[in-house]
């Protein structure tokens, strides 16, 4: 599966159990094992396994495999394995804790919200394979960005 369409999968099956700040980060450059992490948090040990399983369940629903799923008996911390793609869903307390954002964040990836969705809140960063985020404003406000940056 590409991986573009498999973390735009990702991210909307998380959207759709109301998951919070969902980051995406590009890895290939720090790892050959796979290419994207993907971080969210949920408010619960019953919110972060709902979340697990509705990520497993679209993933393979669209052809997709998982590979495995580790934490689902606790529910603090979740993590489950696509290949490609890695998704972490933590509880906020854990997640600032271990701060995966440190060690996997060098490449945030930008994406497009989807439909009504809230999307992803994109990073200013671009890894040259973000899906571009239609936004015109952000676009108007580059120009002023260089010129600060000078």
């Given at each position: ?43 619960s ?18 052809g ?7 934490g ?21 307390a ?20 989807a ?34 940056a000078?």
């Amino acid at each position: 599966m590409d991986i573009r369409k498999l973390q735009r999968l990702i991210v909307d099956a998380l959207e759709d159990v109301k998951a919070q700040d969902i980051k995406v980060y590009n890895t290939e450059h720090l790892t050959a094992l796979f290419e994207r992490v993907i971080i969210a948090s949920g408010t619960s040990n019953r919110q972060t396994k709902a979340l697990a399983a509705s990520v497993r369940d679209k993933v393979k629903a669209a052809g997709g495999d998982v590979i495995s799923m580790e934490g689902e008996d606790v529910g603090e911390w979740v993590l489950v394995d696509t290949g490609d793609a890695i998704v972490h869903i933590m509880q906020p307390a854990l997640r600032q804790y271990y701060n995966l954002e440190e060690i996997w964040g060098e490449k945030p990836v930008r994406l497009k919200a989807a439909g009504t969705k809230a999307g992803v809140k994109a990073s200013a960063e671009d890894d040259g394979e973000a899906e571009d985020d239609g936004d015109d404003a952000a676009e108007a406000k580059a120009p002023a960005r260089r010129k600060a940056a000078k």
